[in-house]
């Protein structure tokens, strides 16, 4: 492929991540807002906030067979109307269920975008090159987030939170347009047009039940029992949709690729990683805003070292994993994000904590990150055959979809340790109770102990997602056997 193409497949994708990030830091320090303007209790709030992880990962698993069967540009484009037309949705919402089905509809739309975007870098991209432009790829999704941490309180204070939403309408209007005009298909699909729609149904339903569990168990021991059976429930449909698909002559989802350790380890230190990962920005405003004392505005200003090290480790982790192998870069990336936590436990145990100290820490873990996710997600994706890249980017969204709700529980259940469970919940969500209200007595020592907790947790998890990385040093060779 020639330079002119790579410049603008790359410049699309770059633009949709962009928007994807915006979208992700908005969002985030825009919940307590939107929650006090709706009214809206604890379960609404929940619903926000995994609404749009539901959208995303409800769908990550057909849009890869979808893309292997049709191709990827079409979808990706329809993909960007379908984000686009979930966050004006948001924006016009004027009450808490409109909201939550605004984010559902921007969730699906963003699973297009996020799976899809990496599938057609593959597909362009020369291998030699690919983790360098996965990482400008990554760089721009952080630059997004950068600059919605840094308007996310501007917007809010001057044009109230709707902005949040409708400011993205613009970004994905030209999105869509810049994309209709420079991207064409390049791949062929080599299969017959069949859709496995049995497991889609059981897959979707399972993926569901975990989730309803989920947050069930965050509403204290009284629901526990309510959750424990749900988890029950879906273990079974996962079995069932296990056994299916080795059945199935056009799975939804080719298990054989997970023959391939390249893949498949690949895949587990990503479920780690996530796990580890997810909620430590969540933790961070939280101890920021509620031990610290700081201001939204301010929160959002504090997270900019961990964007900015990322932005810099990101292109940096790309191009050395191109020159030097995935494996030294991702797992150095691993060992200065999972030590970064550990030193993040010990500073949060404690509310005098220096602030200079956390932004030093804020930064490292952004360093960490940032070097282990493009080389990663390079070494899943040619670790499989072309015609099956959809399907492989879709399960490793998936799987990250899944670690980060998984690791907002953990962090939950780790700060009741410490504190009220009722209390801790509350907290979580931003609803019902004040800074004032934590600072007040000893609840604020628990609160940042609970913290503290949350981040020991996390870092053991980074850290045990380094066995699987380092285990493909004798699986580097591209499987390509697989057939269809």
């Given at each position: 492929m020639d330079k002119r193409s790579i410049v603008h497949v790359v410049s699309v994708t770059t633009l949709v991540s962009f928007l994807t990030g915006v979208n992700a830091r908005l969002a985030l320090v825009g919940i307590p807002t939107i929650a006090q303007s709706l009214n809206a209790g604890i379960t609404t709030v929940v619903w926000i906030i995994q609404g749009y992880m539901l959208g995303s990962t409800f769908m990550q698993i057909l849009i890869g067979r979808l893309a292997d069967l049709y191709g990827r540009v079409k979808l990706f484009n329809i993909g960007i109307l379908v984000f686009t037309l979930g966050a004006l949705a948001a924006g016009l919402s004027t009450n808490s269920i409109e909201v939550i089905f605004s984010r559902i509809l921007q969730g699906v739309g963003a699973a297009f975008l996020m799976a899809l975007s990496i599938t057609i870098l593959t597909d362009h991209i020369p291998s030699t090159m690919l983790a360098t432009w996965l990482g400008i790829n990554q760089v721009a999704w952080r630059t997004g987030a950068l600059i919605g941490l840094t308007l996310s309180g501007f917007i809010i204070d001057y044009m109230g939170w709707h902005w949040l939403f409708l400011i993205q309408v613009p970004i994905g209007i030209t999105s869509y347009f810049w994309s209709?005009?420079?991207?064409?298909?390049?791949?062929?699909?080599?299969?017959?047009?069949?859709?496995?729609?049995?497991?889609?149904?059981?897959?979707?339903?399972?993926?569901?039940?975990?989730?309803?569990?989920?947050?069930?168990?965050?509403?204290?021991?009284?629901?526990?029992?309510?959750?424990?059976?749900?988890?029950?429930?879906?273990?079974?449909?996962?079995?069932?949709?296990?056994?299916?698909?080795?059945?199935?002559?056009?799975?939804?989802?080719?298990?054989?690729l997970f023959r391939i350790w390249q893949f498949t380890g690949g895949i587990m230190a990503q479920i780690f990683y996530s796990i580890a990962f997810g909620a430590s920005l969540t933790?961070?405003?939280?101890?920021?805003?509620?031990?610290?004392?700081?201001?939204?505005?301010?929160?959002?200003?504090?997270?900019?070292?961990?964007?900015?090290?990322?932005?810099?480790?990101?292109?940096?982790?790309?191009?050395?994993?191109?020159?030097?192998?995935?494996?030294?870069?991702?797992?150095?990336?691993?060992?200065?994000?999972?030590?970064?936590?550990?030193?993040?436990s010990e500073l949060s145990s404690l509310p005098e904590t220096s602030i200079t100290m956390l932004l030093i820490a804020i930064a490292v873990l952004g360093i960490g990150a940032g070097l282990f996710t493009a080389p990663n997600t390079s070494s899943i994706m040619v670790s499989v055959p072309p015609h099956r890249?959809?399907?492989?980017?879709?399960?490793?969204?998936?799987?990250?979809?899944?670690?980060?709700?998984?690791?907002?529980?953990?962090?939950?259940?780790?700060?009741?340790?410490?504190?009220?469970?009722e209390i801790a919940s509350k907290i979580f969500t931003y609803i019902d109770i004040s800074t004032q209200q934590i600072q007040t007595g000893y609840i604020v020592n628990e609160l940042a102990h609970g913290i503290s907790t949350a981040f020991k947790i996390q870092s053991i998890l980074m850290f045990i997602a380094i066995p699987f990385s380092l285990s493909r040093i004798k699986h580097r060779h591209i499987n390509q056997d697989l057939r269809a």
């Open positions: 209709r005009h420079t991207l064409r298909e390049i791949y062929k699909p080599i299969e017959k047009p069949v859709i496995d729609w049995r497991g889609f149904a059981i897959f979707t339903s399972s993926v569901t039940l975990i989730l309803i569990a989920l947050t069930f168990l965050t509403y204290g021991y009284g629901f526990i029992v309510v959750g424990e059976i749900f988890i029950a429930i879906a273990i079974l449909l996962i079995a069932i949709f296990t056994v299916i698909e080795l059945r199935e002559e056009n799975p939804l989802i080719d298990l054989r933790l961070l405003s939280i101890y920021l805003q509620l031990v610290k004392g700081l201001s939204a505005t301010s929160t959002g200003l504090a997270l900019l070292p961990f964007e900015l090290s990322f932005l810099i480790a990101g292109v940096a982790g790309g191009r050395l994993s191109d020159l030097y192998g995935y494996i030294p870069i991702t797992i150095a990336g691993l060992l200065t994000a999972g030590t970064s936590l550990y030193i993040l890249r959809g399907i492989a980017s879709s399960i490793r969204t998936l799987t990250f979809n899944i670690g980060f709700m998984i690791s907002l529980n953990i962090a939950i259940l780790a700060m009741s340790m410490h504190i009220p469970y």
